[in-house]
């Protein structure tokens, strides 16, 4: 993480969007100098791409999508996990494991649209707490204060529904 180098002699094909990389015996690698990078920011911004020209090379790497979000779906919010698979509990039990004491955890499930198709996206407990503005803890507290385990993504909805989103 962090370097970069040069290759030579190898070549690349593209498996369903995704790039390979291909070395073999010949292949030459070596550190690359600073000056021949573009700044790290524009790296990590990823190839702007439509979800229709997405679709039609089969998926990608490092793309980002714009659009709205049309739909908050069901299963956003919070959520109980298996301990054992990490699984999302149904009415308190794993599909694998039966009834579990749920481990809780944060997450999003929203439509993606930019006028040429849609998306499911799924955010987790990161991107949900930077969403939300608070944390796993005081989204359980807001759940206790108001028993209502809806209430997390009722908020959700509130700010993300006709929102603009770069994903």
Known sequence: ?????????????????IPELQLSTGTEISPATEAELPPVEELNQGV??????LEQRGGG?????????????EGSGLRFRCPECNRVLQSGACMIHDRQQGKPDLRTKA????????????????????ILGYTLDEALEKVKETY??????????????????RI
Do not use: H, W
């Open 111 to 130: 439509v993606l649209d930019d006028g040429t198709g849609s998306v499911q996206c799924i955010l987790g407990r990161e991107t949900t707490e930077e």
């Open 1 to 17: 993480a962090g370097e970069a180098y040069t290759i030579a002699n190898a070549y690349t094909r593209e498996f369903r969007g």
């Open 61 to 73: 790497v490092d793309v980002t999508l714009s659009g709205f979000i049309l739909e908050v779906r």
């Open 148 to 165: 209502s385990p809806e209430v997390v993504q009722e908020e959700l909805q509130d700010k993300l529904v006709l929102a603009p989103a």
């Open 48 to 53: 702007p791409m439509s979800i229709e020209a």
